[in-house]
């Protein structure tokens, strides 16, 4: 007998298959593992040196939904917030929706977020292919130096 579960992500279905109960509920024993790991891939936490993960991580939280902002709203503008978002997708490219969302996962509700966007783009900050929006690499410098301004400043 052919035993499948499927479990709904934030990334998509993940469907586990086996041959009987007791192999489903050892593969089961083995999932959040492997959730981890796609998630981590899928989030660009693994993307980071152990030099800019020590930095990142006074600044952003990775969760299953993305890059969550940690840094209080008193010390960054929403224009940087975003910045840090992106930044921290690593090689993902975000929709601006997408960026909205973390946005407001972060405790940043911004009506002006895609003003910042198109802001950023003509800065040269932001590169936009199609609907998604990724730093380029002066951008990525930017918040670089950003992130070492805001860990000297604690």
């Not at 086996?18 to 593969?27: P, R, T």
């Not at 690593?90 to 966007?117: D, H, P």
């Amino acid at each position: 007998m052919k035993v499948k579960i499927s479990l709904r992500r934030s990334f998509g279905d993940v469907e586990v298959e086996s041959e009987s109960l007791d192999e489903l509920v050892e593969k089961l024993q083995e999932l959040p593992d492997w959730l981890l790991v796609i998630e981590k891939l899928i989030t660009g936490s693994e993307a980071f040196d152990s030099e800019t993960k020590g930095i990142l991580k006074d600044f952003v939280e990775f969760t299953e939904n993305g890059p969550i902002l940690t840094v209080g709203r008193e010390k960054i503008h929403d224009k940087e917030a975003i910045g840090l978002i992106l930044y921290a997708g690593g090689s993902k490219a975000f929709t601006a929706k997408e960026v909205k969302k973390l946005l407001a996962l972060s405790g940043r509700r911004s009506i002006g977020f895609g003003a910042r966007l198109s802001e950023m783009r003509r800065e040269g900050l932001v590169t936009k292919d199609g609907s998604l929006y990724k730093l380029t690499y002066a951008g990525r410098k930017w918040a670089e130096e950003l992130m070492q301004r805001l860990h000297g400043v604690g």
